[in-house]
């Protein structure tokens, strides 16, 4: 079976199995390797792509559900290939620990933040309930995204 899906804006052709995860098709066929392979449960946010602007666990979509959805993933979140603000505020601030939930934690933010930009402390932690990291105790990360906040002067 052959599914076309668009992937960063890249019209994208998987031939297979129509139940082949998401999470399998970007790694394994399409060299995209942002999203990590975790729990495979849906419960970690690791592998947390954007569908049709959506925040969803790769890990559990069919390839089959996501034909002809735009689909973004961390590769795609900066300009050009670039850090966007965001994962700049992050590493400014030293936020990022062994890496394994942070495309996750990138992709559920940037869809909180584009929504609500003056996202106030508990909105940021309501916003990443989906998300596990066993490194960093969350504090960095929550400060990275309200730092990016203050300085786009949209302080609350």
């Known amino acids: 079976m052959?599914?076309?899906?668009?992937?960063?804006?890249?019209?994208?052709a998987f031939d297979g199995?129509?139940?082949?995860?998401?999470?399998?098709v970007l790694r394994g066929n399409f060299f995209l390797t942002g999203a990590k392979d975790v729990c495979r449960e849906g419960f970690c946010g690791a592998c947390m792509v954007h569908v049709d602007g959506v925040p969803m666990a790769s890990c559990l979509l069919p390839i089959e559900l996501v034909q002809d959805r735009p689909i973004m993933t961390?590769?795609?979140i900066g300009p050009g290939g670039t850090l966007?603000?965001?994962?700049?505020?992050?590493?400014?601030?030293?936020?990022?620990?062994?890496g394994m939930c942070f495309p996750g934690m990138i992709m559920s933010l940037t869809k909180l933040l584009g929504d609500n930009p003056a996202a106030t402390r508990d909105d940021i932690k309501r916003g990443l309930a989906g998300n596990v990291c066993r490194c960093t105790g969350?504090?960095?990360?929550?400060?990275a995204a309200l730092t990016l906040r203050q300085e786009h002067g949209l302080e609350s």
Request: proline content about 2%; hydrophobic content about 35%; some cysteine.
């Open 17 to 24: 199995k129509g139940i082949t995860s998401l999470l399998d």
């Open 138 to 143: 969350y504090e960095r990360i929550i400060d």
């Open 2 to 12: 052959s599914i076309r899906i668009n992937v960063n804006g890249e019209e994208r």
């Open 84 to 98: 966007s603000p965001l994962q700049q505020a992050l590493e400014a601030l030293d936020a990022v620990q062994c």
């Open 74 to 76: 961390i590769e795609g």
